[in-house]
Nanobody, 123 residues
Framework: QVQLVESGGGLVQAGGSLRLSCAAS????????MGWFRQAPGKEREFVSR???????YYADFAKGRFTISRDKAKNTVYLQMNSLKPEDTAVYYC?????????????????WGQGTQVTVSS
């Protein structure tokens, strides 16, 4: 049974930092692209960042310069370091995995999703 389990969310003041983790299990993820997404109350889910198996990264404009995605292949874990957090970053953050980078970026037909972790940034 494939599982993606996010952790590391919580309540933080504006300007603070959080590090999210997503542990993948249940199959081999060799060659998979991993991504982070978020969904704020009343809004659609949106793409945050992705990392290829090669380590190449890509970010949404709002994440550039503040968020850093990384992965530990040996642990099947992907991370999202979030710095300089703003109240508008408040959302449920989800990780996902798919063999296709384009499916991750376009959020279409993604193979595996996590259950999400809440991030709340207070002003």
């Amino acid at each position: 049974q494939v599982q993606l389990v996010e952790s590391g969310g919580g309540l933080v003041q504006a300007g603070g930092s959080l590090r999210l983790s997503c542990a993948a299990s249940g199959r081999t993820f060799t060659g998979y692209t991993m991504g982070w997404f978020r969904q704020a109350p009343g809004k659609e889910r949106e793409f945050v960042s992705r990392i290829l198996w090669s380590g190449s990264t890509y970010y949404a404009d709002f994440a550039k310069g503040r968020f850093t995605i990384s992965r530990d292949k040996a642990k099947n874990t992907v991370y999202l370091q979030m710095n300089s957090l703003k109240p508008e970053d408040t959302a449920v953050y989800y990780c996902a995995a798919d063999p296709s980078s384009s499916r991750i970026v376009t959020m279409r037909d993604i193979e595996y999703w996590g259950q999400g972790t809440q991030v709340t940034v207070s002003s």
